[in-house]
């Protein structure tokens, strides 16, 4: 049952490739911080692969044979690649599915306000965060505008080096007598979370002067009134370059490795495929953080909708030919596993914990009490995966979300094995998960490609 550092399969020739993998990820992680960017530059790795627009497929007549290679995409935030095998789709597919959305603030619909002198932005936290974490740290602003007339207004503020950030302040500590004996979870409140974007007022202004000032510098820049913020998404993230980690720089510090930590490699191992006898899937999805609801959440119909319409161009499609194959694929759910960390020993159980630096992490169950909302996959869907990878050399380990009783979440597992798939929670074990910056392992990230890849070619 030993399981050894994955670093040590690796000679220094090996350890490049490593790296150089991981350059690709940091590139990655440091130009997507939203379910759009990544969206839209998985649509644009895939595309360059020769992966088509099922859209156009659809829209040409043309039909789809085995080795042509297609995306999906709803409403730019939740994609599907897939690459057709030379059996029939109603056998199944090999499916990689991992989420693209990551835990930051929302703006609100009427953000934009001034107070004390000062424009502010009023947020509205997305997914699970310690509110503490998100204070006093440089942010910058990511999403879209759309204007009355449709147009789309790309925004991003604050990660080229000459941009300025923004952020939330915190409290003095000299001040933080009645803060400092509150809980952790009430000692910064959500409401509060208001970001400060200016402070020189409209010279002759007497109302509002610093927001108007702000309004014009939006006018000039994006051309946007203050009523657009009603139809936009914006998303303040953490500003800055994900980073090596660790004197060694084994590891990657940066925003949003969950879970694109599992999306980047999910879709390196699509566009990395070669032939493939069963149809090869890879999704990626939206608002998993928030319970997986919504058209481009993991309970939408898209993906059932997207594999009729594969059907249908493969000539291969009927009602029951569809429920054939989703019932007969095979699934690798993937996601962040909380990774053991010796500063707060006390939450994991040992022998049952994820260990960075020993591989793709397998949890045969997430939820929490007593198993409760999980997807607990099955002994002879497990063995299965045991022999693909131990026949492919990959490192990797099992873990559960931590103690018993000590807490819990879940994934996009248990929605997937409603069709009566196969489906087991695997991952990338991180630290930090969901602080505004998280930690992972290089190797980690390498071996999760080689298992995806594996796992596609054998399962
Ligand atoms: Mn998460
Ligand atoms: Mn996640």
Redesign the pocket.
């Known amino acids: 049952m030993e399981r050894k550092n994955a670093w040590l399969k690796y000679d220094s020739n090996a350890r490049k490739t490593i790296n150089f993998f991981n350059e690709g990820y940091k590139t990655f992680l440091s130009n997507c911080k939203t379910e759009r960017e990544c969206a839209a530059e998985v649509i644009s790795q895939a595309r360059d692969a020769g992966y088509l627009d099922l859209e156009e497929v659809i829209a040409s007549g043309r039909m789809l044979a085995p080795g042509d290679k297609v995306y999906a995409q709803c409403m730019g935030k939740t994609l599907a690649l897939f690459h057709i095998g030379t059996e029939a789709l109603e056998k199944g597919m090999n499916l990689l599915g991992a989420h693209i959305d ?2 930051r603030l929302d703006l609100k619909q009427i953000p934009l306000y001034e107070d004390g002198g000062l424009a502010l932005l009023d947020t509205h936290y997305y ?2 965060i310690k509110k503490y974490q998100w204070v006093a740290l440089p942010l910058a602003l990511h999403g879209v505008v759309v204007k009355k007339d449709g147009t789309v207004v790309n925004v991003v503020i604050g990660e080229d080096p000459a941009d300025p950030v923004v952020g939330v302040s915190d409290l003095l500590i000299h001040l933080a007598a009645d803060q400092m004996t509150k809980t952790a979870a009430k000692a910064v409140e959500g409401e509060n979370l208001n970001i400060l974007i200016g402070s020189i007022p409209v010279e002759g202004e007497e109302k509002e002067a610093v927001k108007k000032q702000i309004l014009a510098i939006l006018k000039e820049k994006y051309d946007l009134e203050e009523e657009d913020f009603i139809s936009a998404e914006l998303e303040a993230v953490p500003a800055g370059q994900a980073r090596d980690y660790g004197l060694d720089a084994s590891m990657i510090m940066g925003y949003g490795h ?2 694109r930590i599992c999306a980047y490699p999910s879709y390196k191992a699509m566009l990395a495929l070669e032939n493939p006898e069963r149809t090869c899937v890879c999704l990626l999805v939206d608002k ?2 928030i319970g997986s609801v919504g058209a481009t959440g993991m309970q939408s119909r898209f993906f059932e909708n997207t594999v009729a319409e594969l059907l249908n161009c493969a000539g291969q499609y009927s009602e029951l030919a569809v429920r054939r194959c989703l019932q007969n694929s095979r699934m690798l759910s993937s ?2 596993s909380a990774a053991f960390d010796p500063n707060y020993p006390e939450v994991m159980e040992k022998n049952n914990a994820a260990y960075m630096c020993q591989g793709l992490c397998f949890n045969k169950y997430t939820g929490r009490a007593g198993k409760s909302g999980s997807n607990d996959a099955n002994p002879e869907f497990i063995a299965r995966i045991r022999k693909v990878l131990d026949d492919a050399d990959v490192s990797w380990q099992t873990s559960e979300l931590g103690k018993v009783d000590q807490g819990g ?1 879940g994934t996009i597992a248990y929605i997937m094995a409603n069709y009566g798939m196969e489906v087991i929670d695997c991952g990338v074990a991180v630290q930090n ?2 602080a505004p910056w998280e930690v992972a392992s290089k190797v980690d990230i390498y071996e999760a490609f080689r298992g995806y890849l594996a796992f596609l070619q054998k399962i």
């Open positions: 990551s835990p997914g699970g969950d879970d998993e953080e996601d962040v979440g998960m969901h």
